[in-house]
């Protein structure tokens, strides 16, 4: 039995050239490649946390031992995590999907799973002393960095294109952030984010450009596993924008399986992107490993507006090697999905949600899925952040 669960951190690793870095040390990319870093672990003495996980607090911090902060001082919970995976009973039966399962990640603090990513990055931040941070974020990202600064007492500088959702841009000012409005995409605000952090000495946190969102975002992979009893649905669908999810979760298969806490099967891991930003669906279908950047991005789903990602090689890969597919939806199909959502289970879900219904509905007909496998729709985030999109769209469907 463990008593006191700690971090097994050892280092971090380029994920393409394989070169190794101290974990103590503030990082962002590979310095030799500028490709993904991945923090690692000593998994044959985290393997022992399994026994030990039923009698801890129901949050992502749970999983201590393969989480990367080592003073339990420096962890910044707002209680992200452990949400709910819910039998979608009626949906399951309207989309001919009888095993059909939800994951509902809008109860996380801020309404979205991007409380995962940024409660493990502030938190790693702070233990290396870092005190001001930046990001580009397309919406939620936003807010749940500056929701994790406030708790930290860090600073938290966001740059955000001038169309995303009100609640993202409302958020950041309650709770302090420094909000930038920029005229352009995710792309430009990351520029200009990476630009002022080199004049300001800020740290920028975009996602997979520095080490630990991942980590925080892996940990839906271990939850999935360890509520459905160590056995891994058939498939996971997925929304993608920048794919950490996809990234995270494929990683935390791996770890589970080297400490031995499940075996070698792995979910098909589908990525859902919207039909008018798609940079992902397009590689795959090409048979490409990177993506090209994806011109005149735009889609109601901020959140999957993202035309260029970084760990595009992580994600096809990891799609690729499950046996999993990728494809695209239309705006109008996700707010059906959104109603879907809604009306069948209760849950409203944002329009990245929403995507994922739709999704299903075309991979059962073309039968990508067959109806006795068993489905997780990985449900990303709350539809009361979307209010100003999904009112009209929702009031035009009725
Ligand atoms: C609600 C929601 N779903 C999905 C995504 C895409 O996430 P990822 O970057 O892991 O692909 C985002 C990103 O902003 C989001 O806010
Ligand atoms: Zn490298």
Known sequence: ??????????????????????????????????????????????????????????????????????????????????????????????????????????????????????????????????TKLTMPSAGNAAGAMAAYAAAGGLEANVFMPKDAPSANQVECLAYGANLTLVDGFINDAGRISGETAAERGLFDVSTLKEPYRAEGKKTMGYEIAEQLGWRLPDVIVYPTGGGTGVVGMWKAFDEMERMGWIGSDRPRMVVVQAEGCAPLVKAYEAGERHAELFPNPHTLAAGMRVPVAIGDYLVLDAVRESGGTALTVTDEQMVRGVSDLSSQEGLFAAPEGGALVAALRKMLDDGTVSRDERVLLLVTGSGLKYLDVLTPALVALR
């Open 1 to 130: 039995m463990i008593s006191v669960p700690e971090s097994f951190i050892t280092h971090l690793e380029c994920s393409n050239c394989g070169l190794t870095y101290e974990h103590t040390d503030p990082m962002r990319t590979c310095p030799s490649c500028e490709k993904v870093l991945f923090a690692r672990y000593d998994l044959d003495k985290a393997a022992g946390a399994k026994v030990d996980l039923q009698g801890r607090d129901p949050n992502m911090w749970r999983y201590r031992e393969v989480m990367p902060v080592k003073d339990e001082a420096n962890i910044i919970t707002l209680g992200e995590g452990m949400t709910p995976i819910i039998d979608a009973v009626r949906l399951a039966k309207e989309v001919g999907s009888p095993r059909l399962l939800l994951k509902d990640e809008g109860v996380c603090p801020t309404g979205s799973f991007k409380a995962r990513g940024l409660s493990a990055a502030v938190s790693k931040a702070k233990e290396l002393g870092l």
